[in-house]
Each structure stands twice: as C-alpha cells, then as structure tokens.
C-alpha cells in the first residue's frame, strides 16, 4: 500500500553472501518485478555485472481483499443500522472516516469511499488512488425467541414477494 524497504541476504554462485536493500513502490501488485541495476552477478568474459529482479508478493490482509486499484471491506452492520440508516465508522489506511448507511440497504451494496484505496504507481497523488469499497454485511444478534419473534414480525414487510425469486437456473 504505502511501500517498503526491504533488505535481503544474496548468495552468490561461488557461496558469497552480501546484503542488498530494495524499495518496493507504494501501490506495488503481485508480480510486480522491482530491478536492481548491476547488482546481479558478473557478465561473461568480465562484462559488467548483470541485473537482479525481484518479483513482489503481497500477503493476504485480514480485512480487505485487492480488485485492481480498489481495496475491498466487508462492513458488519446491524439490522437497525441497514433498516433505518446510520452512520457508521469504516478503518481506512488514512484514519477511520465515518459513511452513511442508506436507508434500506440489504446485504450486499457496496459504499464507495473515492481515493482510499491504493496508489497507482503511474499517476502519483490523490487523484492516482483507487477507492475503497465498503460492502454491507448484515449481521443478526445471537438466536433467542425474542430474535425469532422479532423476524417473524418483519416478514409481512415483504408484501409476499419471494426474495427468492430471481434464483432461477
């Protein structure tokens, strides 16, 4: 996301070791190939030294998942939270902001926070970041009778409509 410098052993043919460091840019994807210019091992016939090419690879996060420039989160919400909208605080590398749930969302709709998400490392700033896309995940209160009591009382709000219905193959 922000970039690192990484230092690294390099064990040369003939059992030398040396340690060299690497800026990975900020924004870097997996398989993006980092070169370090004549760092590499020497040419053929005493020509110059060759090139080392590291190839990143990004760890998964626990909370957010890479699509392209955009960073993805899965937002716990509570039934009234969805219901009747609210407020609430989304983490993002910048700091917590807060979003407003609308009203009425389901799970599933995704809260689009512009320029959250990581940079791209040709078009530097702000306007060179993706977004980060908060995705509504309504989450029920542990079972009990009262929980039973109150969903049986929202099934009317359906009108009979199948929620099913479009689950057609």
């Given at each position: 996301m922000r970039g690192a410098t990484k230092t690294f052993a390099l064990t040369s043919p003939d059992g030398t070791q040396r340690r060299l460091k690497v800026k990975v840019p900020p924004g870097a994807a997996e398989g993006t190939v980092v070169r370090l210019a004549g760092q590499g091992g020497p040419g053929q016939g005493g020509g110059a030294a060759g090139d080392?090419?590291?190839?990143?690879?990004?760890?998964?996060?626990?909370?957010?998942?890479?699509?392209?420039?955009?960073?993805?989160?899965?937002?716990?919400?509570?039934?009234?939270?969805?219901?009747?909208?609210?407020?609430?605080?989304?983490?993002?590398?910048?700091?917590?902001?807060?979003?407003?749930?609308?009203?009425?969302?389901?799970?599933?709709?995704?809260?689009?926070?512009?320029?959250?998400?990581?940079?791209?490392?040709?078009?530097?700033?702000?306007?060179?970041?993706?977004?980060?896309?908060?995705?509504?995940?309504?989450?029920?209160?542990?079972?009990?009778?009262r929980l039973a009591a109150i969903a049986s009382e929202l099934e009317p709000l359906y009108g009979g409509e199948d929620v099913r219905s479009e689950l057609k193959l």
């Open positions: 080392v090419l590291l190839s990143v690879r990004v760890l998964p996060h626990r909370l957010l998942s890479r699509d392209g420039n955009d960073l993805v989160l899965e937002l716990p919400v509570t039934v009234a939270e969805a219901g009747a909208g609210a407020a609430v605080r989304v983490p993002t590398f910048d700091g917590d902001v807060k979003v407003k749930v609308p009203a009425g969302s389901s799970s599933g709709t995704r809260l689009r926070l512009r320029g959250r998400g990581v940079p791209d490392p040709k078009r530097p700033g702000e306007e060179g970041r993706g977004d980060l896309i908060a995705v509504v995940k309504i989450v029920l209160p542990p079972p009990s009778d």
